[in-house]
């Protein structure tokens, strides 16, 4: 399980961008392409290696009602198992 | 039949030449020689062809992409595009000046080949005096700082190595190590029973590939593919015929898969005279086996259909003679006893490689 005081990154070489064709935000790496849903695009967007999760829960909670820290660690433990996200400090 | 998803992949084989002659080359017998490779015009038309289409991520390979002059050029432009550029290479010529003004043209990631984990094993795989090369590119990768995959073909030779190889890996700093068994086809079909690992060497290497796994979880990723002929079902080959890759040749001939032209019966599509939209939808190269209507028994009735979509159809052609066959690595294909044949007939002692001809200039 991933600790709310960690501070989650996109991996080296991995990109989040919109592809204008598909009219979707799509994650780039080595491996492949994913399309990640709405709820991980705004979770995504905010793993700049700084945030803790628990500063991206706040953050997402300013715009969205009923976000859970548990479903934060859900999308961010999805992307870890991916190879996309590391997570930073113990 | 359903509707056809835009691909997402493009293979761009720049050129057939290479400076390396290994014996498992996944290039065609019969090499594209120079003067019929595409322009930068012309392969700057198929990347934005590609990206229009849908295509996300562009794999820059060949041959050696380093070959091509124009490759700087190349990479502006599909980066410019919005793509993800994977750089394949042998590492030949990759110094760091060249390699970051790549990098700063946009190359997300290389993808560095090697053939083995010692220079003597190297070299003599790839037939050229090539291992320091090699080296000097890692330095440069890791001194540029862009993210690498180190990639080996594995066979007999080569599969007594594995932990030498991850060590290597390890050492020249790579976040993936793929270790993946020869495929059989093009020259590697030709070469097939001298490149066949034995039962030992796979039953040896799968503990140390575990171990190794497991220790290095978090550092680097290991993918390590066993040859499918083992096996009682076959691959998902490129998740289904025209699903979501595809690839240009060096002339601008376009094919569903990358061993394609191995398919005889295929009348292949260019890039020369034909939009690449036209032929990712409407080809009868691409159409030809999409989907599962194409399918005949066991597959048509196979409640696996949708999961390995009936196998390598390379395969099928290139063992049954129909490319419209089961795959006979299938246990459920009525032509399983020729592949169970092959897996018999290992020879006790190592049989000579046929290395593959030199690219033409």
Redesign the interface.
């Known amino acids: 399980m991933i600790g709310v005081e960690q501070r989650p990154r996109l991996r080296r070489g991995v990109r989040l961008s919109f592809d204008r064709v598909r009219q979707a935000h799509v994650l780039l790496f080595p491996e492949g392409v994913v399309m990640p849903n709405a709820t991980a695009v705004a979770v995504l967007e905010l793993c700049d290696g700084e945030r803790t999760v628990a500063e991206i829960v706040t953050a997402l909670s300013g715009t969205y009602s009923g976000v859970r820290v548990e479903d934060v660690q859900n999308v961010l433990a999805r992307f870890v198992e991916r190879h996309v996200v590391e997570v930073l400090g113990g | 039949m359903a509707e056809v998803a835009?691909p997402?992949?493009l293979l761009a084989e720049l050129t057939h030449r290479c400076p390396l002659h290994c014996p498992y080359c996944s290039n065609p017998l019969e090499l594209i020689a120079r003067q019929q490779e595409l322009s930068t015009e012309q392969w700057c038309s198929v990347l934005d062809q590609a990206?229009?289409?849908?295509v996300?991520?562009v794999h820059l390979s060949g041959g050696e992409p380093l070959a091509r002059n124009d490759l700087p050029e190349i990479v502006s432009h599909a980066r410019g595009l919005?793509c993800?550029v994977?750089l394949v290479t042998s590492g030949v010529g990759l110094t760091t000046p060249r390699l970051a003004d790549l990098v700063e043209r946009g190359i997300?990631?290389v993808?560095l080949s090697l053939q083995g984990a010692s220079e003597a094993g190297n070299d003599a795989i790839a037939g050229a005096r090539v291992f320091k090369h090699k080296l000097i590119a890692a330095e440069a990768i890791a001194e540029v700082?862009?993210?690498l995959?180190v990639n080996t073909v594995l066979h007999r030779r080569n599969h007594g190595e594995i932990a030498d190889l991850i060590a290597t890996a390890e050492r020249l700093g790579a976040?993936?190590l793929e270790l993946a068994n020869t495929q059989y086809y093009g020259w590697a079909l030709r070469n097939r029973t001298a490149l066949m690992p034995t039962r030992e060497q796979l039953d040896a290497a799968e503990p140390i590939v575990r171990e190794a796994t497991e220790r290095l979880a978090?550092k680097m990723?290991i993918v390590y593919v066993v040859a499918d002929y083992a096996d009682a079902h076959p691959k998902p080959c490129m998740h289904g015929w025209g699903a979501r890759q595809l690839t240009v040749a060096p002339d601008g001939t376009v094919l569903p898969c990358p061993a394609a032209t191995a398919i005889t019966t295929l009348e292949l599509s260019s890039v020369v005279d034909t939009p690449l939209a036209e032929i990712w939808y409407s080809s009868s190269s691409f159409n030809a086996f999409r989907g599962t209507e194409w399918m005949s028994e066991p597959c048509r009735s196979c409640p696996r259909k949708e999961t390995d979509f009936g196998g390598c159809r390379c395969q099928a052609f290139l063992l049954t003679g129909d490319a419209a066959a089961t795959d006979p690595v299938c246990s459920l294909s009525p032509n399983r006893g020729l592949v169970d044949e092959i897996l018999a007939q290992q020879p006790v002692v190592d049989v000579e490689l046929t290395m593959r001809a030199p690219g033409r200039a």
């Open positions: 835009a997402l992949g990206r229009d289409l849908g996300l991520q919005g993800y994977n997300d990631h993808q700082g862009v993210p995959t976040e993936r978090g990723q």
